[in-house]
């Protein structure tokens, strides 16, 4: 009997590193949908003529959009469960990012990316309960790092694939091509993909299972708190200033960095590709760096307390020379710059969304990171009409990498007084 218990385990072990393959390769095709439009705006500026703030307007579309597809998603994550919750989220974005190649005005693109924004919302609360009903706490942040390094991955393959594509064929087969690879992995997920099981954590880390699934098993026939409740709770607050301050930044770099290669830096289509290749494959070494060390630390006998902040500071500290780099005339001295914080930013949103799962029972998690990732959203609304608006009046850069440069270190002590030990939040049964 203890033979067979253990050949389950290690099947169970075998299969949540699947599970993790699973969800990095949706986080790719994630943000290939969105990044395509950032990466022919030169192009697409040029044949429908949209204005610096027109086109701010229109990531605001999506970026307004994807906050409600963030709230909603969370909750319909903790209605449905993650198989059927991430397949209809996929569905959603994949035929949203094929309508692109239906339109041809600022309005039409406002209106598909909004349907891709809501669709999108969908991954990360989805992703992050498989995680924690997949892997124990000590590997949380290794396994979130390393789906997360989705978005580095596909950040890298769409300047590499996608203006090729669009140069050949038309900017609108390449929205087509794109967006018909979601179709795909939704076939592999109803094959492949199945509801975690309470056996599924190892037996040799029962003591990791233990920590992380006491409060759960107490409350497991409970209902998922609201989100009345959850908006109370200090740990919310935490983890939603956290993704409100630090997500803009992000976005920052996704939409606009192939706009300030070529407006500041002078590259054009042909020649854009290989600079954002390379800061986004710094990305990936970030992402899976940052959850590794986490739970690196973990595994020495750290504190989660200990090991997440420790980790989110050095990442925090690593996004400061950012704030010069209009100062620098090199190109790959600047494109190592930003390559660097956008490494950080990933090391410190593998550890970020980890936290989630450090703080909440999986009853409430999707809620939660619904809440957060609206909050960064919003962030991305509001940051993405001021970058407009600068960019517009002063056609400089230097302003806006100066706020990236101090956003982690304040969210960082932020989030340090309202969770000092990160003590996991408290629900009635």
């Not at 610096?52 to 597809?69: L, N, W």
């Not at 393959?157 to 050949?168: K, T």
């Not at 959850?230 to 607050?237: F, H, P, V």
């Not at 989110?312 to 090199?330: E, G, T």
């Amino acid at each position: 009997m203890q033979t067979a218990v253990l050949g389950l385990a290690r099947t169970a072990s075998r299969y949540r590193w699947t599970v993790c393959a699973l969800l990095f390769f949706a986080t790719v095709i994630n943000y290939m949908d969105r990044q395509i439009l950032g990466l022919l705006a030169p192009l697409l500026q040029h044949d429908i003529g949209w204005s610096q703030v027109q086109y701010g307007r229109i990531v605001i579309a999506f970026s307004a959009f994807y906050a409600v597809g963030l709230l909603c998603f969370g909750r319909i994550v903790d209605w449905l469960g993650t198989r059927i919750s991430y397949a209809l989220a996929m569905l959603v974005w994949s035929i949203a990012a094929m309508l692109h190649a239906a339109v041809g005005s600022v309005t039409g693109f406002a209106m598909v990316r909004a349907l891709l924004g809501i669709g999108e919302g969908g991954n990360f609360p989805a992703a992050i309960k498989t995680t924690a009903e997949w892997f124990p706490r000590r590997e949380r942040a290794l396994a979130t790092g390393i789906f997360n390094s989705g978005a580095n991955i596909g950040a890298v393959f769409a300047p590499a694939i996608i203006p090729p594509l669009a140069l050949a064929f038309g900017w609108r087969s390449a929205f087509v091509i794109i967006g018909a690879l979601g179709i795909v992995w939704l076939a592999v997920w109803f094959a492949f993909y199945r509801s975690a099981e309470p056996s599924s954590h190892d037996d040799d880390l029962e003591e990791a299972r233990d920590e992380v699934e006491a409060l759960d098993a107490a409350h497991a026939n409970a209902r998922a708190p609201g989100w009345g409740v959850l908006i109370r709770k200090r740990q919310t607050w935490a983890f939603l200033i956290g993704k409100f301050l630090t997500d803009p930044v992000w976005w920052f770099y996704l939409f606009w960095l192939p706009k300030w290669l070529n407006e500041s830096r002078g590259m054009d289509m042909q020649h854009i590709g290989l600079p954002l290749v390379c800061i986004y494959a710094m990305t990936t070494v970030g992402s899976i760096g940052g959850g590794w060390l986490s739970s690196a630390l973990l595994r020495a006998g750290w504190s989660v307390n200990a090991a997440r902040k420790t980790a989110m500071f050095i990442c925090a500290c690593c996004v400061l020379p950012i704030a010069f780099v209009s100062q620098v005339d090199n190109l790959w001295g600047a494109v190592a710059i930003v390559g660097l914080a956008a490494a950080a930013h990933q090391g410190w949103s593998a550890n970020l969304f980890t936290t989630a799962s450090d703080l909440f029972p999986k009853r409430a998690l999707g809620a939660v990171v619904g809440i957060g990732g609206m909050a960064g959203s919003i962030g991305g609304v509001l940051f993405s009409e001021v970058i407009g608006q600068v960019l517009q009046r002063t056609g400089h850069y230097w302003v806006l990498f100066a706020i990236g440069a101090l956003a982690y270190l304040i969210a960082f002590a932020v989030m340090h007084m309202l969770t000092p030990r990160m003590a996991p939040a408290k629900f009635e049964a």
